[in-house]
């Protein structure tokens, strides 16, 4: 966790509701004052009337800010052209990925524009038929149904050595920072950041004795399809879909490059779980 | 449990599969040396090159055996013009609802013809709106969202007064006869069926209090989707499905008619679950 | 639940606390001020100065209050001698089974003195070996290995037919009413008290299929220890402990007599559930 | 996982059966057949009418053979000197530990006789109140109330930050290799042993939303009584039992030294829990 300092800020804002848009304005104007450069992303920058930048072409920048929910800062590494620091301003409901309440943004800006350190989380590396990779998943990679009740049949490999074959709406993969996403509400534990682990968690399995797996984050995980005329989709941090079927195999590793996050104050893990699921 | 005897029988078949067409060539050949009329389904029927009869006009049948698994059982009560009892032959995978294995169905079915008794198991009538009815449920109706990892927000009132609100994948509303189905993976309760209740079970809750409830059977339960925007299927027993949206209150109470199951020797509830599921 | 008056109070108040025993004096005041003749019991009564009456022979009180907490009351339940309605004045931690709050008890008493009614909780008898009899269960009859890590194997039956065989630390055997207590923290399912079942809840089960059970409340319900060498303890709710050991068999039905509780307003299980659990 | 042979070998039996002390005989003399000298614990030895070795002074052997169940060898983990492989004969139920059958040890044993890699499993040290320590636990330490159904209050911290304070009958603070015994009937995850972690998993917890939780191994984890007179029982390995109350602190961390397995051909982790749990 090296301390860095700032000159350019990207800002990725949700663009479907105009308080975000008018808050995001004020951001812009409160960093100028800082003596910060700033450049937005198109679709907000479109609606606020300024010139935008696309995610991807945000190279300069030594920090973006994200304003919403914890949807855009999962958006926000899918698109990042490389490794970035995000922090995110939280506009949305319970998050556990955006440290800064809008109330008081500026305090915390002003410390993290004058130095801050980085939190370096695992991300998945997500391959269907050893071909088409999907984004890096921050949280999760979900295998689903596409007919609800409807189970898949699953088969789960670790290194290469069948772990467990069951029928299930899905399975769930997911990095220490996911297991108080969507893996906890199937019942998944809750997992260190700092555990070098990931997360194998069945959804609805029928076998009653499906139980959740943590397994080392630097193995090989292979789920294979083997129910005969059934679709699933394959779905990275609850934003991209990729449809999938019978005999398609999905493999998991560790991304190469973790998603970065800012270190705010006051926000580590332990803090977050007994405020926000206590 | 009344006795009952047998002069017609309907048979229902699945016709998507080879062998299972034979074997329903077969089962008529055998009911007819038994001196039993026998109609069959139309698809079916087609299948083998005789007239076959649409399900809705099997009224005159004193028994309905079907062919398949449990979701041939579970459609069959979907569409029976009247309380006709049910017996199913299994040619699937594990069943709940199929009493009598193809192997051996022959000795069962000669002691049905002469005598049988009936399992009274209650179902749930659906309602949206107040307004379109859906099939009344044998096994369960699922309230799931549309679109994967994005939850729904659900307001769970019984008789009137709110007992729950949360946000879920969705939630499923049982019979004691699905309790081993759909819910049993969710995490719900096995119920005896001659508990007058029903279940409900959150699906991926994400609030960690959400828990299964059961109650009376002769309970009014309603429950509204009151997240702005989403999207959710309401699906019942696994076979039929019913978009609706934001604001739409699907209210469930006991159906008039339960489903009629003939009785069969040693396939009482808790010898099929230390067969099935222990 | 008819409507009922009172002339006589039975008071049942926690002895060990200083605070209790001197607002169960201004209890005693304040009903002797609206004309209620009252007694307490001995322990209680020695403390305050007063001569006071064993629970036994409460028998001439149209109704008891209790001053402490949810374990008041079932002691309470356990010790009188006939059906009395009882309702509590909470002055402990959470109370599921307290209606009345200390801070303001004198306008719900001053209601309930006018006129009541009464909810009836179906209760669990306690049989070992067909022989001695435990006090009947309000809230759940635990059976727990006295050698904690060391597993108990148990047969559970229901009307005679086995259901389950299984190793575990030990089960729960609830009413609807202890379904918010015990039974909940080992996983149990929430039962609407008008359901007329009971509750079979497995504790920390080596198979990792076993689940909870919920069964009509008219079964007779056995439960056998199997293994050899090995001790356990009956406890009545968490009140009254009795040594059992490997080949005694515990018999459940449900009591003759159900428990007496006086109906508060507002104070619906429902309502109770959203306020303390959710 | 460096290979080694073996010249002197340790043997530690269970000696409450006839049956073990009889094949431990046969296993001496097919030992003493293959040119190995042995030593076997006191209390077998006597059975036998030999000399035996407090399993303390066993310093000198370069394997150590357990004949029982799982119990066997974590009683024999607790007492070993030093740090000595270990393999065990399964002469008990299900066993995770004990890696070899006794129906056909000879041919297992002349193959680690000749060489043999070691499974280095970490183990928690325990500490109470800064002082006392226990054995190192190689399955799980569990804290358990000593009135069942009484709960205890429990504060967590880990390196130092409260991560939760709950009521519960216990908790239970699990290594990888216990993840498949107690924790999981707990409803705890399961740990692949090469991960880096332990498992906190809260027994029959009050609270609803008390999660399993997966720490580094490298954390130091304290766990505070805090309810006022009640009384607890800290239990290592299901084998060791220390009293503990009110204020007591009890800390744990990784071990020193991890326990030493035998590696055994076919027994690796997912291979037993497929066998073992599915």
């Known amino acids: 966790m090296s301390k860095l300092t700032v000159n350019k800020i990207g800002i990725i804002a949700r663009y479907d509701s105009q308080e975000i848009i008018q808050e995001t304005k004020k951001l812009i104007k409160f960093l100028e004052n800082e003596n910060i450069e700033t450049t937005i992303n198109k679709e907000t920058a479109e609606k606020i009337g300024v010139k935008g930048t696309p995610i991807k072409q945000m190279t300069d920048c030594d920090l973006v800010i994200t304003v919403g929910g ?6 926000t590494f899918h698109e990042l052209p490389q490794q970035i620091p995000v922090v995110g301003i939280n506009k949305g409901e319970v998050g556990f990925l955006t440290d800064i309440e809008m109330d008081n943004y500026k305090k915390e800006l002003k410390k993290i524009i004058k130095e801050f350190k980085v939190d370096k989380r695992t991300r998945l590396e997500v391959n269907i038929n050893q071909g088409e990779k999907l984004p890096p998943a921050t949280n999760e990679v979900v295998i689903l149904t ?19 074959k069951f029928g299930a709406d899905g399975i769930i993969i997911a990095t220490p920072t996911g297991s108080t ?3 906890m509400s199937a019942g998944g534990p809750i997992v260190d950041p700092k555990v070098e682990a990931f997360l194998l968690v069945p959804i ?30 394959v779905i990275v ?39 926000k699921l206590m």
């Open 237 to 275: 941090d609850g934003q991209k879909t990729k449809k999938v079927e019978e005999g398609d195999i999905i493999t998991f590793k560790e991304a190469e490059n973790p998603a970065l996050f800012v270190k705010v104050e006051g926000q580590d893990f332990y803090s977050k779980i007994k405020e």
């Open 146 to 164: 596409s007919e609800p009740a409807k189970m898949l049949k699953l088969r789960v490999l670790v290194d290469g050595k069948e772990v467990e």
């Open 204 to 233: 609805a399995p029928y076998k009653l004795s499906a139980r959740s797996i943590v397994i080392p984050s630097k193995s090989n995980i292979e789920i294979e399809l083997i129910r005969k005329g059934k679709h699933a989709k």
């Open 181 to 183: 996403a969507y893996s």
């Open 70 to 75: 914890d949807g855009t800062i999962l958006r």
